[in-house]
């Protein structure tokens, strides 16, 4: 079971786990959309040199567009995990508080980097922000949705910058809910707030494998983490991909309509499985079960990987199936039930 417990996405594991599982696996254990965009690949001709500095540049002009930033505030990276790192071992940072329970990479980055890393309830972060050199909120967190208003984020941001901290938040799912991102509500004086805000392309666009995330920060912060990262920091696929989706407005508006019917669609079969839906985004639901345990191998072994927790053993998290997987799902929920 702990080899589950990190993230989701071990699909290898499983398959060594549970032998006997059918096939092919349905891979639940992330929040992936499972329609992904129908982006058109690189051209061979692409493929076959380094990008330009003017490709990446106008990807990360798509993206501040999407956004809603003005321009040199988005550095594409390699996913937003590689951001997560790449923050970590850029910053000056002795003292992390991160706001937990969340996902763990961040933690973990911070530690590596030799940073003291202290997890904190929501009750504690005004006073973290006094005494800490950062504060990480995931908004909407992973894994129970949950989403910390513009107004105490903003609060955060004061406190922090008033001592020279930093306010870092984690909007990897920040497309797949109805909370607005942070370029809302900290204007165009990046520098003031110390704000420093992470997007995942793959999660919302379906197309994880492509590895594709953005730091948004204030220019300077930008141009520091750009000498770090190098001169080809993304694919030339990644390019492709990104510059594509982000111009389409009407899939990204279809989507999120869709998403939200599907989500509203997987809480009605979990709760008729018995299950009691303890939050989401529109990408995941976060559903508890006293016997969380054993119906994360009743699934397994019937092919479907969910996500447990090594730190509340009722709970189990879903993403949304492809639509021809509904009623396998539907069956494996019910009979993991009996």
Not at 33 to 41: C, G, I, K, L, V
């Amino acid at each position: 079971m702990e080899t589950f417990t990190a993230h989701g996405g071990r699909l290898a594991q499983a398959r060594q786990s549970f032998p006997r599982a059918a096939e092919p696996w349905i891979d639940l254990s992330t929040g992936i959309n499972p329609a992904p965009y129908p982006a058109n690949p690189a051209t061979t001709g692409a493929r076959a040199r380094l990008p330009d500095p003017e490709e990446t540049s106008a990807l990360e002009t798509a993206a501040e567009r999407a956004f809603g930033l003005g321009p040199d505030t988005v550095l594409a990276t390699p996913g937003a995990e590689a951001a997560i790192r790449l923050l970590a071992s850029c910053l000056s940072v002795r003292q992390v508080a991160i706001l937990e329970p969340t996902y763990g990479g961040h933690g973990a980055a911070w530690r590596a980097a030799g940073a003291s890393v202290i997890g904190i309830e929501h009750r504690g972060l005004r006073d973290a922000a006094d005494r800490c050199d950062a504060v990480i909120v995931v908004n909407p967190n992973n894994p129970d949705g949950a989403i910390l208003p513009g107004e105490a984020l903003a609060d955060l941001a004061g406190r922090l910058a008033a001592r020279g901290g930093w306010l870092i938040v984690d909007e990897a799912f920040i497309e797949a809910s109805t909370a607005p991102g942070v370029a809302s509500w900290v204007g165009p004086d990046w520098a003031a707030q110390r704000v420093i805000a992470l997007r995942s392309f793959g999660k919302i666009y379906g197309l994880p494998g492509l590895r594709l995330g953005f730091v948004t920060a204030h220019r300077d912060v930008i141009a520091r983490l750009r000498l770090r990262l190098g001169e080809w920091p993304v694919s030339a696929d990644a390019i492709a991909a990104g510059r594509q989706a982000y111009a389409d407005e009407r899939w990204m508006d279809d989507t999120r309509q869709r998403l939200a019917r599907e989500a509203g669609r997987l809480d009605a079969l979990l709760v008729r499985s018995g299950m009691e839906i303890v939050g989401g985004t529109s990408l995941f639901r976060l559903a508890a079960a006293d016997d969380a345990r054993s119906r994360f191998v009743r699934l397994a072994e019937a092919g479907i990987l969910t996500r447990p927790f090594d730190y509340e053993p009722r709970w189990l998290r879903f993403g949304l199936p492809p639509d021809e997987h509904w009623p396998r799902l539907e069956t494996a929920l019910m009979e993991s039930a009996s």
